[in-house]
């Protein structure tokens, strides 16, 4: 059973540039969640992904924008990049909606300069 | 008030001691309860996953429920180097509970 994985790992941006972040949920699991976590935070709810529709928002403004695909894939996109974007983007992938047991990605790490 | 508080540690035990570690909520409406834990410069790891009150153990983890005092407890038996990690307890929140909310977790460091 492969698990949830993530890319790129590392990458470096300039403020005001865009960044799309890619993660394969878990065989089977049709529900995808995307986390931010500053350095020595918590993560922060961003959006959740059901079945190729938005299925609930965290208090991230409109620049953070999602996708799902049929094969239950997402993606992550942020327009014009501000330095406090900067942060590890954790994915999280669940077997439906409405279970909070979710698998984690090893996270894409974006540091904005 | 927020909605979960955990022990801010960061806390350092001796290698084979017991480890209690603590979170306390604010919404009585939350049905089950998780720890993660999370290593440094990974994903967080589902750990224990409870729906009701009392106790469930898992190996060297038990995880303990207490809903009228609001209060959440992971304990680790026999501490060991590899338990060193960051200790979160998210709440479900949000209209389908599927949003979590963490805290910042607590760092463990279990020395040799």
């Known amino acids: 059973e492969t698990g949830v994985t993530q890319s790129p790992t590392h990458l470096i941006k300039t403020r005001g540039q865009q960044v799309t972040l890619r993660c394969s949920s878990q065989?089977?699991?049709?529900?995808v969640s995307w986390y931010q976590q500053a350095l020595g935070q918590g993560p922060q709810f961003i959006f959740q992904y059901y079945r190729e529709e938005e299925n609930g928002r965290g208090n991230f403004p409109p620049r953070f924008s999602g996708l799902q695909f049929p094969n239950y894939s997402s993606e992550l996109n942020v327009n014009a990049l501000e330095l406090d974007d900067s942060a590890l983007y954790l994915c999280?992938?669940?077997?439906?909606?409405?279970?909070?047991?979710?698998?984690f990605g090893e996270g894409s790490r974006l540091t904005v300069l | 008030q927020k909605e979960v508080e955990q022990d801010p540690g960061p806390l350092s035990v001796p290698e084979g001691a017991i480890v209690s570690l603590n979170c306390t909520y604010s919404n009585s409406a939350f049905q089950y309860f998780m720890w993660y834990r999370q290593y440094s410069r990974k994903g967080p790891e589902l750990l224990m996953y409870?729906?009701?009150?009392g106790n469930k153990e898992d190996g060297r983890f038990t995880a303990q429920v207490d809903k009228s005092s609001k209060y959440i407890s992971l304990f680790i038996r026999d501490s060991q180097p590899s338990d060193s990690a960051t200790y979160l307890c998210?709440?479900?929140?949000?209209?389908?509970?599927?949003?979590?909310?963490f805290g910042k977790g607590t760092k463990l460091s279990v020395i040799p």
């Open positions: 409870t729906y009701s009150s």
């Open positions: 998210p709440l479900p929140s949000g209209a389908g509970s599927y949003q979590l909310t």
């Open positions: 065989s089977g699991h049709n529900t």
């Open positions: 999280a992938s669940s077997p439906d909606r409405d279970i909070g047991e979710l698998f």
